[in-house]
């Protein structure tokens, strides 16, 4: 099925796109569905309506509406709102709400749901394959794809501006992208990649900059953490990628655990403890970032995330480091596996050896 199936919940209706805001992927997924529903259909109206993944993510939907959800997906909570409406396409491609997707299709009979949880797509590219749609010139399709699903393999032609793009899309920090921006990109790309190339050199800099700033400030047989602190007034962008990449190439003989100290209070009140790990190794630090999260003891409100990157967050802030990084030692004592422990132990003592 595609968007020409929809016709008659198109035409002479109220359309709603509700997308994943802050998301370029989010932004360009909603632009391109807006775009074909513009083209090829007339609406009485045709509303974007930007949500995150949050608890409920339907509540603004309106009384016989045909609603598309881009790049994110209604909650079992949202069922009762979802009733309203005439018809509902979902178009998403996280995994984490694939369980509420099939929830919602066995209740809701007017809900269709062409979602893509197989790791490969993002949302841009299903909505784009959903409306047929020829918007969005493929090179600037992978690179927002790239953006949000970073194992997407780019050709080169492509690939060669994505630190241009990045800049650019990433101008106002990550999770700020607007739909406006997109638009800008679409209509400007060559001059939005000059000025983003600027704005990547400078972000490149202080991501640099801010690597540059660690400490290792403990040392087990096993484990190595390092830590950067944040500045107070920190307001320079960070490359993660770019971060990661500078990890991977620490010096290891043991286990690395890069724990990033960002005491700016966040939306929700709290401050974030950002857990990343060396290359090659096998701590998963998504497990290590839940256990720090239910540490109340230190304040600690809420952890978790992927293996190889995580954050707990911390609702005191004066907390020290000190006891954080006590904290994370403990934590990963336990987790480390045994044959880790092993090289490790002969590694270290093989290069205490000589000389002493
Ligand atoms: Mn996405």
Not at 66 to 93: G, N, W, Y
Not at 215 to 230: I, S
Not at 301 to 307: E, F, L, Q, R, S
Request: proline share 3%; with cysteine; net charge negative.
């Amino acid at each position: 099925m595609s968007l020409r199936d929809f016709a008659e919940h198109l035409n002479g209706q109220v359309v709603q796109i509700i997308y994943h805001g802050g998301c370029p992927d989010g932004c360009l997924a909603a632009l391109i569905l807006r775009d074909s529903v513009k083209t090829s259909f007339k609406p009485t109206s045709l509303e974007l309506i930007p949500t995150t993944h949050a608890g409920r993510n339907a509540d603004q939907v309106a009384e016989g509406s045909m609603v598309f959800f881009a790049d994110v997906s209604p909650t079992v909570e949202d069922e009762e709102q979802l009733r309203k409406c005439r018809c509902v396409v979902i178009l998403d491609h996280h995994a984490s709400a694939t369980a509420a997707q099939r929830r919602l299709e066995s209740s809701l009979p007017n809900l269709k749901n062409f979602s893509d949880d197989s790791g490969i797509e993002c949302g841009a590219s299903i909505v784009n394959r959903f409306c047929s749609s020829k918007l969005v010139p493929e090179g600037t399709l992978h690179l927002f794809h790239k953006m949000d699903v970073f194992q997407h393999n780019v050709p080169d032609d492509a690939m060669k501006n994505f630190d241009a793009f990045k800049g650019f899309i990433t101008q106002k920090g990550f999770g700020r992208c607007t739909v406006d921006l997109v638009e800008e990109f679409l209509a400007h790309t060559e001059d939005c990649l000059y000025r983003g190339s600027l704005i990547y050199t400078k972000t490149a800099a202080s991501t640099r900059a801010l690597f540059e700033s660690r400490k290792m400030v403990r040392e087990t047989e096993t484990l190595a953490l390092w830590a950067v602190e944040v500045p107070g007034d920190y307001s320079e962008a960070t490359d993660l990628e770019l971060y990661q990449k500078l990890i991977d190439q620490i010096p290891k003989t043991k286990a690395i655990l890069f724990a990033t100290f960002n005491r700016t209070r966040l939306s929700n009140g709290l401050w974030s403890v950002g857990l990343r790990r060396g290359a090659g190794d096998t701590l998963d630090v998504g497990k290590v970032a839940s256990k720090l999260g239910t540490c109340a003891h230190l304040n600690f409100k809420t952890g978790g995330g992927h293996p190889y990157a995580a954050g707990a967050q911390c609702g005191d802030f004066e907390q020290s480091t000190a006891s954080i990084c006590d904290e994370l030692v403990q934590i990963c004592q336990g987790m480390l596996p045994s044959e880790a422990k092993g090289t490790a132990q002969e590694a270290s003592s093989r290069s205490r050896s000589p000389g002493r």
